[in-house]
Each structure stands twice: as structure tokens, then as C-alpha cells.
């Protein structure tokens, strides 16, 4: 069985109620929520939430609420990897037994179903524990510097301020979407960065809201996709 976890907690503080603010005239836990569905890929989506009002707008678009997310799992430093080791513990069924789990976040309006597909397929084929979105850095991390409070600036790797660009190695990061993961592998709270594969996605479709500003971004990026 496949099942998709979307956690989301209620006590966002950067961006207040974060998870169902509107976004494109619908809460925005709502659009991780259609896209898993018009996926077809999950036998269950199940968001886990610790308040009502979250239960409430998710279970209205079509998700799963079976339980209330315990406290010590719902503060804002609680990792995802226990979250959804907890999800799978509480709906596991000894006659469906649950293989694999993606974790979608919330606020990721621009997953795409074919990087769903293709990243569960990396998944199945490699015996990686987990298969997750990365997209490169737009400038070479080796040539990043620092600032100090008068202005002046350092390379943090001196050898490579002369070195051309295109020559320094290609740096990943997570594009911050999507988790899949072979339930044992959340059941065992493996790491899910370092110990999975990463799915190359274009770097202009990713945007990690996480400020007022990301959220701005954000929507104008789905107006400009929407409207293409």
C-alpha cells in the first residue's frame, strides 16, 4: 500500500496559520492536497495536524484526518522524519501493510505529478531509502562569501575566488516538496537527505515559502505558470 502523509502543524509563526492561508483563492494545504489525489498514485492521504481548523479545510478537499497529532510531535521544532514514523504506526493494517510513504509538505503548490511519478520510480529501482525533488544552486556555492558589518567582503573558500565558474562542480538542494520513502525506512527515523536519491527539477518552478516575501514570489510564479 501507498499512502501520502501531509504534515501540518497549526502553530506556523513566520507566516501566521501558514498552512491554510489562501493562496490562488483556496487554502494552500489544499493544492498539496488535489495534486496528490489527481495523482492516483496513493491508496490514502492523510494529512497530520494538531488543530481543527486544519482538519477541518483538509478533510473538505478530499484528505484523511483519522487522528490528532500529539503535542510533543507539534511544536515547531519537531522533525518531519518522527511525524510521519507516527503516521505509519497509527494506520498501519496488518491485512494492507503500508511499503511506501511520501510525505508532501503543505505549502508546495508547484509539485508536479510526473516528478511524483519519476521520483517513486528512482525509489523502487535504486534501494535508496528515500527519493526526494533537488534543484542545482543558481550561482557555485564555492564562490560564496560573507560580509562583515562595514561592507567588506571575503570568499569563504579563497582558493576558488579566481577559479571560473563553470569549472567548480555542480551543488544540489532540496527543492523542500515531497519525501518518498519506504516505510521502514521512516519506521527506523533514517535521515531522509542523506540516505536518498535526489530528482533533478528546474530551478525557476521552486520557491520555499518560508517568508511574506517567498509568499509574494510564490503567487506570481503560479499567475505567470497558470497563464502560460
Known sequence: MKIAV?????GSKRIPRKNIKLFHGKPIIAHSIEKALSSCLFDRIIVSTDDH???????????????????SLADDTAPTVPVIAHTIEFCEDSKRPIDYVCCIYPCAPFIEVHDLVASLRMLESTGASYAYPVTEFSHPIQRAMIRSDKGEMKFIRPECEMMRTQDLP?????????????????????????EGVGLIVPHWRIVDIDTMDDWQRAESLFQFIANR
Open 53 to 71: 481548523e486544519i482538519a477541518d479545510i483538509a478533510v473538505r478537499f478530499g484528505a484523511e484526518v483519522p487522528f490528532v497529532r500529539p503535542p
Open 6 to 10: 501531509i504534515p501540518a502543524r497549526g
Open 170 to 194: 555542480k551543488a544540489y538542494h532540496d527543492a523542500g516538496q515531497f519525501y518518498w520513502g519506504r516505510a521502514s525506512a521512516w519506521r527506523a527515523l533514517k535521515k531522509m537527505h542523506s
